[in-house]
């Protein structure tokens, strides 16, 4: 386990990257004992990925980042055209020199776009919410203001009210809508 620990550390620097957090698998899985394999995460300045050490084994995958509210997003909502990727596998037992090329040839040039598009996607998603929470605050006001407003439903691009205000108040409702734009 730690010439595992040691060899990803060693792929990490080859690559210009470092390895952020390592765990230790303690069982077996379908039936196999994978006990003692090493799970790290490896962190390049355009990227995030696993080195799994299962066996004699290596696999290579997705560590997609995610939004501020810690939500995970896979790669079918930031790329739901694109093929599927989940990463390479290898022989632990290559080289540190020959897996780093395997990793630059058959996994960064597939990984680092969907990689950035899954950053903007976050981002994306993170410009949404602020957005909702600033409706949720024009929403909050406007039901103070407004006796009779309810609210269905608080998007980034609209909110729906449903309106039970006696015709005394409408002008009330129509100033304050207008008020929003």
């Known amino acids: 386990m730690n010439d595992q620990i040691e060899k990803a550390a060693l792929i990490a620097a080859a690559l210009g990257g470092k390895i952020e957090r390592t765990s230790v698998i303690s069982e077996g899985a379908s039936g196999r004992d994978y006990s003692g394999s090493a799970h790290c995460l490896l962190v390049l300045s355009t990227c995030r990925f696993w080195l799994d050490f299962k066996g004699d084994r290596l696999a290579v995958t997705s560590n997609y980042p995610h939004d501020r509210d810690g939500v995970y997003h896979s790669q079918r909502e930031f790329d739901p055209a694109g093929a599927p990727f989940g990463g390479i596998r290898c022989s632990a037992l290559k080289s540190v020199e020959k897996i780093v090329a395997d990793i630059r040839r058959r996994f960064l040039p597939r990984y680092e776009p969907l990689y950035a598009l899954a950053v903007a996607y976050c981002d994306w998603q993170d410009t949404y919410l602020d957005t909702v929470k600033s409706n949720e605050q024009h929403v909050i006001t406007a039901v103070r203001y407004v006796k009779g407003l309810t609210v269905s439903f608080v998007g ?26």
């Open 156 to 181: 980034r691009d609209n909110i729906s009210f449903v309106i039970h205000v006696p015709v005394r108040n409408a002008k009330a409702l129509i100033d304050f809508v207008r008020g929003l734009e």
